[in-house]
């Protein structure tokens, strides 16, 4: 069960007392991801999204799914959280491409946050970005290595036999080879361990790692970076435009590989 947001009815909710998350968490220990999932949706139907985001928290330790992440995304969202919550969509979106209501929501919550980036897409990059996406990255990996086992045997068979089918034939494989690689290479990019977002409601970008140092921009929750490079308690963070700044570690969140 996938929850879609009532965009209409967001509203930030505060967390409960300490004990009320203990409680939650004491009874997922033994619990198993659909058991958690299911009591995750029906905390969220309730409008308890911090304790739903608390179980499907529980249930990603234990197994990953498109479903578990686009739902705790929702709740974050119900709590004003928006950088969490693009990083959430952002994963589900790895997993089922496909999925309109991952998109839909990845790009609303991306027009939410305070900082507005005006990009023109190309949209010749963009569908053929999108002919790249039919696949998820594990299916394209597959996909690449049937593909190539399966024209290397047809390409022996030609060099052995000759024929127009068989060369028709390795001429096609290599087609869809390049396709599934070009497609892997892709969302190879896409899961970049660099890719980051802001997950605090005001961050300052600073020329160096402490508190000390000049103030060079403000950015706000939900804006995306890629991190340049990390020191003890603080990241070089480069945000869309070229600028960039160190920050502290725990005000952003890799969004893959962390």
Same mark, same amino acid.
């Given at each position: 069960?996938?929850?879609?947001?009532?965009?209409?009815?967001?509203?930030?909710?505060?967390?409960?007392?300490?004990?009320?998350?203990?409680? =939650?968490? !004491?009874?997922? *220990? @033994?619990? &198993?991801?659909?058991?958690?999932?299911?009591?995750?949706?029906?905390? $969220?139907?309730? %409008?308890?999204? =911090?304790? !739903?985001?608390? *179980? @499907?928290? &529980?249930?990603?330790?234990?197994?990953?799914?498109?479903?578990?992440? $686009?739902?705790? %995304?929702?709740?974050?969202?119900?709590q004003g959280r928006v950088g969490r919550a693009i990083a959430d969509y952002l994963r589900a979106y790895v997993l089922s491409p496909g999925d309109r209501d991952i998109q839909n929501n990845l790009a609303f919550a991306r027009s939410y946050r305070p900082d507005k980036l005006l990009v023109i897409d190309n949209p010749l990059v963009k569908a053929f970005t999108s002919l790249l996406r039919l696949m998820d990255l594990s299916t394209a990996g597959l996909l690449a290595a049937i593909v190539f086992?399966?024209?290397?045997?047809?390409?022996?068979?030609?060099?052995?036999?000759?024929?127009?089918?068989?060369?028709?034939?390795?001429?096609?494989?290599?087609?869809?080879?390049?396709?599934?690689?070009?497609?892997?290479?892709?969302?190879?990019?896409?899961?970049?361990?660099?890719?980051?977002?802001?997950?605090?409601?005001?961050?300052?970008?600073?020329?160096?790692?402490?508190?000390?140092?000049?103030?060079?921009?403000?950015?706000?929750?939900?804006?995306?970076?890629?991190?340049?490079?990390?020191?003890?308690?603080?990241?070089?963070?480069?945000?869309?435009?070229?600028?960039?700044?160190?920050?502290?570690?725990?005000?952003?969140?890799?969004?893959?590989?962390?």
């Amino acid at each position: 069960m996938k929850r879609v947001l009532q965009w209409s009815s967001v509203r930030v909710l505060r967390a409960g007392p300490p004990a009320i998350a203990l409680g =939650v968490l !004491a009874g997922s *220990l @033994y619990a &198993s991801p659909a058991e958690l999932f299911s009591r995750g949706n029906a905390a $969220y139907e309730a %409008g308890q999204y =911090v304790e !739903a985001a608390t *179980l @499907y928290d &529980s249930a990603l330790a234990i197994a990953h799914s498109s479903g578990l992440y $686009y739902n705790r %995304g929702n709740a974050y969202f119900k709590q004003g959280r928006v950088g969490r919550a693009i990083a959430d969509y952002l994963r589900a979106y790895v997993l089922s491409p496909g999925d309109r209501d991952i998109q839909n929501n990845l790009a609303f919550a991306r027009s939410y946050r305070p900082d507005k980036l005006l990009v023109i897409d190309n949209p010749l990059v963009k569908a053929f970005t999108s002919l790249l996406r039919l696949m998820d990255l594990s299916t394209a990996g597959l996909l690449a290595a049937i593909v190539f086992l399966l024209a290397s045997v047809v390409l022996s068979l030609l060099f052995i036999r000759g024929g127009r089918v068989f060369g028709w034939t390795a001429l096609g494989l290599g087609i869809l080879f390049l396709y599934c690689a070009a497609s892997w290479l892709g969302w190879n990019g896409e899961v970049n361990r660099a890719r980051a977002v802001v997950v605090v409601p005001e961050l300052t970008l600073r020329s160096g790692p402490g508190p000390d140092y000049k103030e060079i921009a403000v950015v706000h929750d939900g804006l995306e970076g890629v991190i340049r490079e990390q020191r003890p308690g603080y990241v070089l963070v480069q945000m869309p435009g070229g600028q960039g700044g160190w920050v502290d570690t725990a005000s952003v969140e890799r969004i893959f590989g962390r």
